[in-house]
C-alpha cells in the first residue's frame, strides 16, 4: 500500500523531481525504484479545525466552517545527522466542512452549507530529536476534488449569487498548500498543528492550469535544493529555514492564485478554503 500512495503522489503532484526522492537523484537502473526505498510505517489521524471560505470578487461574507478530517497514511521519520530528523509522509486524506459544527458561522444573509474533500499528498520536514520528543517543522502539499454544498443563498445580490452558483453541488480540483509543526512522543503518538490555504477551481482549463503549476513546482523544487543544502551543513538552523523558505514560496503562490487561479495567466478568480487544523494520531 506504501507503494500505491507513493506512486499515486509522485505521478499527480511530479514528486520525482523534488530534490531528495531516490528517482531525483537517479543512481538506479529500477525506474520504479523510488517507490521500493524506505522504511514507512503506516499510521492513523483524525483532526478538527475551522475552515474560512473566501473569494476576491464576493461582496458579502462567506461562511466559517467547523471541520473534520481523516488521513491514512505511511511515514518515513528517519535519523538525520545524529540528533536531527528527517520526515517524508504520504497519504490520502478527506475531509467535511459545515456551519453546523462547532466553530462554524453563516455568512451574509444567513448563506449556510458544507463542503467535502478527498484527496492524496505529501508532508516533508526536517527536525529534531529530543528524545521522547520528536518535533519537525513541516511543508505539506494536496491535490484533490471538493464538492461544495451551499444553502440559502438566493436571497444574495446576483453578483454573489452568481459566484455561489459557479460551485453549487458540482465537484472540483483542488491544491492545498500547508505549514505546521509535527510532533511525535514515545515514538507512536502524534499531535500535529497546521494552516492550510487551498484553491478550489471553478474551472480547468488545462494548458494555463498545468503551466502555473508546474512554474509553482519548479519554484518549490528549486528552493528545497537550496534549503537542503542549508540543512547539510548547519543542521540545527536548516530545518527552520527549511520550513520558512518552502512554505513562503508556496503560500505566495497560493497568494496570486487567489486573484488569478492561472496565475501568471489571466484567468477566473477562485474559492479559498483557509484552514487551520489540530491533528491527533497514531503510528503503527
Known sequence: MAKVFGGALVCVLLA????????AQGGSSD???FLKEGIYRPYIEAGVGVGILSHAEFGGTLPKLGTASLKFGYRELKPYKSRWLKMDDRFLSGSYGSTDFPLGET???????E???LGVGQKVGYGYDLGFLKLVPHHQVTFGAAKMQPQSFSTLSAADSAIIGRYYYNTHLSLGTEGGVSTMVFGFLGVNAGFESS?????????????????AAGAIILVSGFSEDIVEVSPTLGPIIYFVLRNAVAYGFMY?????QNWPFPSEVPMMNNVFR?????QF
Open 16 to 23: 520525482a523531481a523534488v530534490p531528495g526522492t531516490a528517482m
Open 31 to 33: 525506474p520504479f525504484s
Open 107 to 113: 455568512g451574509t444573509a444567513g448563506l449556510s452549507g
Open 115 to 117: 463542503l467535502w474533500s
Open 199 to 215: 484553491v478550489i477551481y471553478p474551472k480547468v482549463v488545462f494548458p494555463e492550469w498545468i503551466t502555473s503549476y508546474v512554474l
Open 256 to 260: 496570486a492564485f487567489s486573484r488569478n
Open 278 to 282: 489540530v491533528n491527533v494520531g497514531i
